[in-house]
Structure formats: C-alpha cells, structure tokens
C-alpha cells in the first residue's frame, strides 16, 4: 500500500525524524540544483497550460521537490538501514504531538535553506512566524521581527521536540 509511508505510529515517525535530519544536511550542498529543478518543473508545466508565476505557486513546487527528495531518503536509506526506534507504540496524543512536531520541523528546516522563498500568502502570520518563515515573508513587505528569544525557542522546539517526546512516550509506556 502506498500510504504506509504516513503511518502514526512511533518506528514510522521516528524514521521521519531522521529523514528530514538527513534532508537539512542534503538540501545544503544540493541547494542551487534544487532550484533549478523546480525550475525546470515550472517551464515543463508551462508547456502543458500550466502557468506558475506568483510566489505561492512557486513555493508549492519547491516544496513538492524537498519533499520527493526526503521521501527518497527515507524509503531507500532510513528505511533500510532501520535508522529509526524500533518499537512501535505511543498513544493518540502521542503521535498527534510528533506527527504536529515533525511536519513543523520539516517546514522549518525548508524554509532554513531556502531563505530567498518566502512562505506562502495562505499561511496566517502566527503560522509562518511559528515555523521561522517570518524573516523570509515579510522582509519583503517592511514588515520585521527580530525577537532574538522567538528565535533561538524555533531551533530548540524543533529540532529537540520531537526527541523529547520520543523518550517521554518510551518512558511512560515502559511504566
């Protein structure tokens, strides 16, 4: 089945977890070749009719080409190596607090190395500040934010979050 790629449960989340970890150190060195591939993508959809021109559009390409890479990375490297928690488990709320914290990792991460791209116009401002897309979206319309401490919180809930609910959903279930 296709979709048991998306699964809640903590092994498939954790392998997640891992891929993007991976993506963010992939997508550094493979910056400029990622753009030209949704570049690429864009003149090809062109010459069927469909025409990309505004930010939003754009970013949703970009966004489709990280995540084909990550999802490479994790059927073909994480996945086969067993890179991730081998037990699988965790209660709803569990998988709802890691499946929340590693879509805004994977979005935080993006929008860490594609800084030129700003966020899409349909995300509400608490929203693109809370993934640290903020610095990318409104510099362009005047707007700033340079809570030093909102920050340095970005890096800390996202990158440690999901760790952190890992080892708290293993601790409880061991009780």
């Given at each position: 089945?296709?979709?048991?790629?998306?699964?809640?449960?903590?092994?498939?989340?954790?392998?997640?977890?891992?891929?993007?970890?991976?993506?963010?150190?992939?997508?550094?060195?493979?910056?400029?070749?990622?753009?030209?591939?949704?570049?690429?993508?864009?003149?090809?959809?062109?010459?069927?009719?469909?025409?990309?021109?505004?930010?939003?559009?754009?970013?949703?390409?970009?966004?489709?080409?990280?995540?084909?890479?990550t999802l490479t990375i994790k059927n073909f490297f994480v996945d086969n190596l067993?890179?991730?928690?081998?037990?699988?488990?965790?209660?709803?709320?569990?998988?709802?607090?890691?499946?929340?914290?590693?879509?805004?990792?994977?979005?935080?991460?993006?929008?860490?190395?594609?800084?030129?791209?700003?966020m899409p116009t349909y995300f509400p401002k608490f929203a693109v500040n809370l993934?640290?897309?903020?610095?990318?979206?409104?510099?362009?319309?005047?707007?700033?934010?340079?809570?030093?401490?909102?920050?340095?919180?970005?890096?800390?809930?996202?990158?440690?979050g999901p760790v952190a609910t890992f080892w708290i959903g293993a601790n409880i279930?061991?009780?």
């Open positions: 089945m296709p979709f048991n790629h998306f699964d809640s449960g903590r092994k498939n989340l954790s392998a997640w977890y891992v891929s993007i970890l991976i993506s963010y150190l992939a997508f550094q060195p493979l910056h400029d070749m990622i753009i030209k591939i949704a570049d690429f993508l864009i003149r090809m959809l062109t010459l069927v009719n469909i025409r990309i021109s505004d930010q939003n559009g754009i970013w949703v390409i970009l966004f489709g080409v990280c995540f084909l890479m067993s890179i991730n928690i081998d037990k699988d488990g965790g209660g709803s709320t569990e998988r709802a607090i890691l499946g929340f914290l590693i879509v805004g990792l994977y979005l935080y991460v993006f929008n860490r190395v594609f800084t030129e791209q700003p993934f640290g897309g903020y610095a990318d979206t409104f510099t362009m319309s005047g707007e700033s934010f340079s809570n030093n401490t909102w920050i340095m919180i970005h890096g800390i809930l996202w990158h440690l279930q061991k009780d």
